[in-house]
């Protein structure tokens, strides 16, 4: 998007400073800019104030249409933006993704950062609350997502070999790189946790020459995975399984899982590492690839109650709750957070070039709530609210592993 | 060491049956080997009794020469097998190795386990016990060490390059690796916490460039390091602390750790947590280099005791205490687990075979301890009792990392 100027201040326009304001209204919103931080942005008011947060020139221009959606926002900032946005009760122009990351990077004042980042209270994620939660996002269409994800439908982080790689280039790198860290052989029997649209069990399979079992509670995704493995001639040898990874029955000689953690609530990571335990080959070996944390903190308020609902990005720390129980060991750990990044920018800029497409398939409450989404996911990635873990693991006594991770990275 | 091959049975000789066997202390000690979980040993009392344990081979026959020595291992194995070693009331012929690696291997009964494994108390790590614990290990004296560390003297595992690369090349490769981890350039301002001999606070100034203020409270090797910084002509960019990392003080580019994270104690992590906080510029990165855990446990009570008193090897979850409270960015970690092993190889190798200068310096007490503490070193990481972690973290918001791992395999 082009970043648009901030226009003169006129005798309306205040930096921080309620001097000069006329509204009540526009005094609360310059006590808020400053409590959030200084965010560098120019509002523009529906009685005509203008109040310019921060130091600098503005990265957008935030216009808000009336004055129970700024006593909203004000009141409950994280959920109340997002809902204002998508139904364009606020409109933005000029950079939305600076705008979400100078507001993610904002040195928030101490009190006001617990009241800003209320979070939504999580519930506990039942096989059923995880089936109407994955319902909700990954079975909104394979159209749709075929719109501005990659021809593999990869829809986590990818791995650019480069920063000036394809988004293509980079997920086809992103799955060679986890079945390396795996060290994944001809032969060996995989089972894969959350297996998305299949490209990565099919890779395993057609690439690497593994047998795989992939779960995926969603209906779509697996439906769409089924006819691709037919196609492909990889019946055989994948096989995806609609049903929930706590099912996870037999023994394999991988664990896979891109993308599924995000979706296990930590109130479940022990079951997890059981049922780790319990499908792993006394040689085996795993990888789990999630989005993280630095610090435990709530998903955003807005993103946890319209787009991942029951969704929760761990820490470290709270990861190795799966792991320490069941005496797995840790081998490996990459933080690939610029790396998503750089995925949702792709996403992002081939989102943007569709969303007529997206208007007609939805509506535009939808194609703007998805556009705020996007553009948060990579300032959420910028800005180090959130990160992205590769964390590879074996059985403790597995000696034959790779010597080095030098194999990782020849071509 | 030569392998033995066992004697053959006599009708004294039982393989964890206790019929047949004369005396009430070789039914108990049939008793205790099954309880181990079954260790293939060979063992020949004062009395003429054989007990052989486990399956298959015997690994090593152990020669008990006295009661008291066999109640007393019975009643606290994991403090007294090594006391009673170290005065020569027990003898081992065989593959000691070996045997520490089926004592550590065995699937001990669980009752059974938390009786062996009862650990030490440990007492906080104070800055006054500290300094102790650090003086009974470090200061035993430059020339004992040389005997059998590599030229650089550098008592941490070494990183090799290929399995056959010798412990000279490992250990300067090892060096070059946590140079790489954290990015280190011509310029960089860098505190090292616990700088051993102050190798690789020389190489991170001779051949990185960098300027280095390095911290140790083991007055020997303060001294040493001094000393080679002068001869080496590095005093202007290599300065020698004789302090505790706990008085750090000054800003850096990066913090770097390499084996001093086990003297620490859990208590101090988050302690450590803000010394690294207060001392890392915005742009900061570091590296924790550290023997762990994958379940936390006490350190083995006769290493506790003889050996390295006040250490624990933490698991990562407990190491991410340093670094959550402060918000870093945790990069990359490594395990390390094999390339320690054969890193205490090469020691035992070298130590075996200079093992009567050990025995002029000191005596044979001590000879015999630190053959048993470098035996079961080797064992210890082949077994994954103790793993081999390397973490590279971040300030969070840095963004200027090297883009993938790639240049840490480059020649």
Redesign the interface.
Known sequence: MASEKAVPMNEAVTRGDAAGIRSATGRLLSWFLRAMGGVAVRCELWNGDVVEGGQGEPVATVKVKDATTLLRVVYDSELEFGEAYSDGRIEVTGDLVGLMEAIY?APAHPLAARFLRRGLKRSANTHARSRDNVHRHYDLGNEFYRLWLDREMLYTCA?????GASLEEAQIAKMEHVCRKVDLRPGDRVVEAGCGWGSLALYMARVKGATVRAFNISKEQIAYARERARREGLEGRVEFVEDDYRNVRGRYDVFMSVGMLEHVGPENYRELGRVIDSSLEAHGRGLIHTIGR???EALNAWIAKRIFPGAYPP???EM??I???V?????????L??HYASTARHWLDRYLAHVGEVRRMFDERFARAWELYLSGTVAAF???TL?LFQVAFAR??H?E?P????H??ES
């Not at 791995?159 to 920063?163: D, Q, S, V």
């Not at 005496?327 to 933080?335: I, Q, T």
């Not at 010597?403 to 030098?406: F, G």
């Open positions: 990077r791995y650019f070999p480069t920063p630095n610090r435990p820490t470290l720390r190795m709750e792991f320490e129980p005496n797995l060991s840790v081998l490996d750990v990459e933080n957070r610029l910028t800005s180090a990160e403790a006594m000696n592993m010597w080095t991770r030098a990782l990275y």
